[in-house]
């Protein structure tokens, strides 16, 4: 393995770290609302916290459906996107197929989105 290699690992390693700290932060900024409010309900009945309990998982199982179609899009685009970019330099008239190819990969972010929207029942 060149030098080459161990920096782009290095940085894609990096960025997936930078990826999943930020996913975490987010997600504690996301549950700590619901962390408060089980902390409040816990006066009330039973069923109260089990609603709480209830909130606080639907919200981490959206971030985590955002989040990985996010992630999945991110590398799809990356390889599709370099892709296309060879050819275009080669055919430059390839260039609006190769649009459609990258806004294709584009289309899983959009996918997590509308997971995450519909697990919290807001679609």
Sequence with gaps: MNSTQ???RKRI???LLITLF???IALLILVSPAMAAEEAESLSSIANEHQAEVVK?????????????AIGAGM???RVG?????AMSEKPEVG????IFVAMAEGIAVFGFI???MILGKF
């Design 6 to 8: 161990k920096v782009f």
């Design 13 to 15: 390693a990096l960025s």
């Design 22 to 24: 930020t996913m975490i």
């Design 57 to 69: 998982w639907e919200v981490i199982a959206a971030a985590i459906a955002f989040g990985l179609g």
């Design 76 to 78: 799809a685009i990356s």
């Design 82 to 86: 370099s892709a296309a970019m060879g």
């Design 96 to 99: 609006s197929q190769a649009l």
């Design 115 to 117: 997971a995450a929207l």
